[in-house]
């Protein structure tokens, strides 16, 4: 199975165009941008408001969630004033969960439909149930018969629908056969989509979206494949839902969205924030902008053979261990390691004072970087104080001579890792850097290319006692290619030379897809070329080199490792991006949960604003906190509501209790800042 030209090039999937209104969805189209109102949708002055406030800053897709047939008839008044305010072009969206009846009235007022397969026509009652092929079968028919009218109503209107499949909201029926995997998101898309063929119908985009990263970017893939299997052609929404709020839910999202836009996959992106929806757009912009700018570069169509990992199962790359420093090392069950980058020499003191700051000190950079260009600055080492981290990496330019390698080293104390670029034509070079390592007990960190690893792989080879870190040189990036496909050619290269040696991850400028200097951009370009490498399996080490402050790298690796599910850090939240549904402020609630419990490393808690679809999407959560009626809320331990209709006040504290209860809470730690 392929789900994809290259995944090396970003070769952008062929897919037929999908017309949402006056908006092109797919086929040559550019990628699109959308959102989602959050207003109660019958309060339609405040939804008009919401999908004006959101076209006016570049949303060009408007989805707005239509709970019951009552919501679903506002929708005729929205788009009318929508329209008459200037954005009749803006095509509105309607979201529907369980009811068809509400699927039926909002098809006759809005461009596109969005139904939920685990929920439109099946139950969700979390119960086991054995179900025979017959039972199935029949169960398709029901299906079938439930789905139609609107398939059928859709083609009549020039309407498109989205099969919008989340990861917490599969069928019984499906998770019967299934379970709840990717394989059960997949499948229950294509039921849906087959019954929409044999309509004769092709309007219709399809979404995969999960929660975690991971699991949602398996569905993606395997959609596609399935759908290549099967000659369809239909464009994709991308998504993480639940990503949360401010730095976790930006990476989260690029993590899982990026990976597939380096793909050739998407045609349409919305970014979940918990946050007001206009502050979805910038990100999903940049995102679209930077995976626009790799469909320009001349890659050819013809299929790329892939690598040999298996992009539908996680697996880590098999490495051995690697000590970096005493009680610090990589290796195939410990955690990737963060580095940070001094600019100089005579950074370091700096560097250091800001990486002992008590801010870190569940988060510490482990390695501080320090390019060294001269015996000069060998010798300057020698008068750096004690530094608040477990190792130094030097970073050796490429015009220091071997012998003057030498004689700084004789000078310094290990351990160090000695990081230098090597060619195809530096064999002797890495001889004679791998034998200084050797000698003085430090690890070598070699920058190279997947096509320098034949001619290199001997030497390494040769020098196995050697401790050895592998990362790509950045100088040898040729376009068409983007980093994270020269990284798993790295890898590949490697697996084909018997190296086995642990890899290195940098964000650096130089690997940057666009190079801006806003935050923003910055975490985009770590968290894809980390994330989508990370999911893959790879990476035992991280550096975000693009950002100098050495706090926020440090955060932001941080940050970054646990969206990507390889070092958890501080609690996981699961937050719903809220929508006409939901029965709190979810903002507000979110931070305030985040502030009382942030500090319960590895423990995941859903905070989801309405019990229709908040205990499914929550997915694989710890706890729950979910609305269950206006003002009050239920918590969950898993998928079991455990206490019901508490007064808001009071479900903050009992919330906590019920972390005491089952042994996962922890005093935090007092933190005094400077
Ligand atoms: S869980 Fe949140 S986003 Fe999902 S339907 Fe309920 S309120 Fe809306």
Same mark, same amino acid.
């Given at each position: 199975?392929?789900?994809?030209?290259?995944?090396?090039?970003? $070769?952008?999937? @062929?897919?037929?165009?999908?017309?949402?209104?006056?908006?092109?969805?797919?086929?040559?189209?550019?990628?699109?941008?959308?959102?989602?109102?959050?207003?109660?949708?019958?309060?339609?002055?405040?939804?008009?408001?919401?999908?004006?406030?959101?076209?006016?800053?570049?949303?060009?897709?408007?989805?707005?969630?239509?709970?019951?047939?009552?919501?679903?008839?506002?929708?005729?008044?929205?788009?009318?004033?929508?329209?008459?305010?200037?954005?009749?072009?803006?095509?509105? $969206?309607?979201?529907?969960?369980?009811?068809?009846?509400?699927?039926?009235?909002?098809?006759?007022?809005?461009?596109?439909?969005?139904?939920? @397969? +685990?929920?439109?026509?099946?139950?969700?009652?979390?119960?086991?149930?054995?179900?025979?092929?017959?039972?199935?079968?029949?169960?398709?028919?029901?299906?079938?018969?439930?789905?139609?009218?609107?398939?059928?109503?859709?083609?009549?209107?020039?309407?498109?629908?989205?099969? +919008?499949?989340?990861?917490?909201?599969?069928?019984?029926?499906?998770?019967?056969?299934?379970?709840? &995997?990717?394989?059960?998101?997949?499948?229950? =898309?294509?039921?849906?989509?087959?019954?929409?063929?044999?309509?004769?119908?092709?309007?219709?985009?399809?979404?995969?979206?999960?929660?975690? @990263?991971?699991?949602?970017?398996? =569905?993606?893939?395997?959609?596609?494949?399935?759908?290549?299997?099967?000659?369809?052609?239909?464009?994709?929404?991308?998504?993480?839902?639940?990503?949360?709020?401010?730095?976790?839910?930006?990476?989260?999202?690029?993590?899982?969205?990026?990976?597939?836009?380096?793909?050739?996959?998407?045609?349409?992106?919305?970014?979940?924030?918990?946050?007001?929806?206009?502050?979805?757009?910038?990100?999903?912009?940049?995102?679209?902008?930077?995976?626009?700018? %790799?469909?320009?570069?001349?890659?050819?169509?013809?299929?790329?053979?892939?690598?040999?990992?298996?992009?539908?199962?996680?697996?880590?790359?098999?490495?051995?261990?690697?000590?970096?420093?005493?009680?610090?090392?990589?290796? @195939?069950?410990?955690?990737?390691?963060?580095?940070?980058?001094?600019?100089?020499?005579?950074?370091?003191?700096?560097?250091?004072?800001?990486?002992?700051?008590?801010?870190?000190?569940?988060?510490?950079?482990?390695?501080?970087?320090?390019?060294?260009?001269?015996?000069?600055?060998?010798?300057?080492?020698?008068?750096?104080?004690?530094?608040?981290?477990?190792?130094?990496?030097?970073?050796?330019?490429? &015009?220091?001579?071997?012998?003057?390698?030498?004689?700084? %080293?004789?000078?310094?104390?290990?351990?160090?890792?000695?990081?230098?670029?090597?060619?195809?034509?530096?064999?002797?070079?890495?001889?004679?850097?791998?034998?200084?390592?050797?000698?003085?007990?430090?690890?070598?960190?070699?920058?190279?290319?997947?096509?320098?690893?034949?001619?290199?792989?001997?030497?390494?080879?040769?020098?196995?006692?050697?401790?050895?870190?592998?990362?790509?040189?950045?100088?040898?990036?040729?376009?068409?290619?983007?980093?994270? +496909?020269?990284?798993?050619?790295?890898?590949?290269?490697?697996?084909?030379?018997?190296?086995?040696?642990?890899?290195?991850?940098?964000?650096?400028?130089? &690997?940057?897809?666009?190079?801006?200097?806003?935050?923003?951009?910055?975490?985009?370009?770590?968290?894809?070329?980390?994330?989508?490498?990370?999911?893959?399996? %790879?990476?035992?080490?991280?550096?975000?080199?693009?950002?100098?402050?050495?706090?926020?790298?440090?955060?932001?690796?941080?940050?970054?490792?646990?969206?990507?599910?390889?070092?958890?850090?501080?609690?996981?939240?699961?937050?719903?991006?809220?929508?006409?549904?939901?029965?709190?402020?979810?903002?507000?609630?979110?931070?305030?949960?985040?502030?009382?419990?942030?500090?319960?490393?590895?423990?995941?808690?859903?905070?989801?604003?309405?019990?229709?679809?908040?205990?499914?999407?929550?997915?694989?959560?710890?706890?729950?906190?979910?609305?269950?009626?206006?003002?009050?809320?239920?918590?969950?331990?898993?998928?079991?509501?455990?206490?019901?209709?508490?007064?808001?006040?009071?479900?903050?504290?009992?919330?906590?209790?019920?972390?005491?209860?089952?042994?996962?809470?922890?005093?935090?730690?007092?933190?005094?800042?400077?």
């Amino acid at each position: 199975m392929s789900y994809c030209t290259s995944r090396f090039h970003t $070769v952008r999937r @062929p897919t037929l165009e999908v017309k949402v209104g006056a908006v092109g969805v797919g086929g040559a189209n550019p990628l699109r941008i959308q959102s989602m109102t959050t207003s109660d949708t019958q309060d339609v002055d405040a939804t008009v408001r919401q999908a004006i406030a959101l076209a006016e800053v570049g949303c060009e897709i408007v989805r707005i969630t239509a709970p019951n047939v009552q919501a679903a008839r506002c929708l005729k008044d929205i788009r009318a004033r929508f329209s008459a305010a200037g954005f009749s072009h803006v095509p509105l $969206v309607a979201d529907i969960h369980f009811l068809p009846q509400a699927a039926m009235e909002a098809v006759e007022h809005v461009e596109k439909v969005r139904v939920n @397969p +685990g929920n439109y026509a099946d139950k969700k009652k979390f119960a086991v149930r054995e179900y025979s092929d017959a039972d199935y079968e029949r169960e398709l028919q029901r299906l079938h018969d439930a789905f139609s009218p609107l398939v059928k109503r859709a083609r009549e209107l020039g309407r498109a629908l989205r099969i +919008g499949t989340n990861h917490g909201s599969l069928s019984d029926r499906i998770m019967n056969r299934y379970g709840d &995997t990717p394989l059960g998101m997949v499948e229950s =898309a294509l039921e849906f989509l087959r019954i929409g063929q044999s309509h004769g119908f092709d309007q219709m985009i399809l979404s995969m979206k999960a929660s975690n @990263p991971k699991v949602m970017i398996q =569905a993606y893939r395997l959609l596609v494949a399935r759908m290549n299997e099967e000659q369809m052609h239909y464009p994709l929404h991308l998504g993480v839902t639940e990503a949360g709020d401010g730095e976790d839910g930006r990476i989260k999202s690029a993590i899982g969205i990026g990976s597939l836009l380096l793909d050739g996959l998407g045609d349409t992106i919305r970014v979940s924030l918990t946050e007001d929806s206009v502050y979805e757009i910038p990100v999903a912009r940049a995102l679209a902008q930077k995976a626009m700018a %790799l469909w320009s570069a001349d890659a050819a169509r013809t299929p790329v053979p892939p690598d040999a990992i298996d992009p539908y199962r996680y697996t880590k790359r098999e490495t051995p261990v690697v000590s970096l420093a005493p009680a610090c090392a990589v290796g @195939p069950d410990l955690p990737p390691r963060v580095m940070v980058r001094a600019a100089s020499v005579a950074d370091l003191a700096a560097s250091a004072q800001a990486l002992g700051s008590p801010r870190l000190v569940d988060t510490p950079a482990e390695g501080l970087i320090v390019p060294v260009a001269s015996a000069a600055d060998f010798a300057a080492l020698h008068t750096v104080p004690a530094l608040p981290v477990r190792f130094l990496v030097l970073e050796l330019v490429a &015009t220091l001579s071997p012998d003057v390698v030498a004689a700084g %080293l004789a000078g310094t104390k290990a351990p160090l890792v000695l990081l230098h670029a090597f060619g195809q034509a530096d064999g002797s070079r890495l001889e004679r850097l791998a034998d200084l390592a050797r000698q003085g007990g430090h690890t070598l960190a070699v920058a190279t290319t997947a096509g320098a690893i034949p001619a290199l792989g001997p030497v390494l080879a040769a020098r196995a006692d050697v401790p050895l870190l592998i990362t790509l040189a950045e100088a040898a990036l040729t376009a068409p290619a983007h980093t994270v +496909g020269a990284y798993r050619a790295l890898a590949d290269a490697l697996r084909v030379a018997g190296l086995r040696a642990p890899l290195w991850i940098r964000s650096t400028a130089g &690997t940057a897809i666009q190079r801006e200097n806003t935050f923003l951009s910055k975490l985009l370009e770590a968290s894809i070329l980390a994330g989508s490498l990370l999911c893959d399996g %790879l990476g035992d080490a991280l550096s975000i080199e693009t950002e100098a402050d050495v706090q926020r790298a440090t955060t932001l690796a941080y940050n970054v490792l646990q969206g990507a599910g390889a070092r958890i850090s501080k609690t996981e939240f699961v937050a719903c991006p809220s929508c006409g549904r939901t029965l709190f402020d979810l903002q507000t609630t979110t931070q305030r949960i985040r502030e009382k419990t942030g500090h319960l490393k590895g423990v995941k808690i859903a905070i989801m604003g309405c019990i229709v679809n908040g205990p499914g999407e929550m997915a694989d959560a710890d706890f729950g906190y979910v609305g269950g009626a206006p003002g009050k809320i239920n918590l969950y331990v898993g998928k079991t509501c455990v206490q019901y209709n508490l007064p808001q006040a009071e479900a903050d504290d009992r919330l906590i209790a019920l972390i005491k209860e089952h042994g996962r809470w922890v005093e935090p730690r007092p933190v005094t800042v400077a």
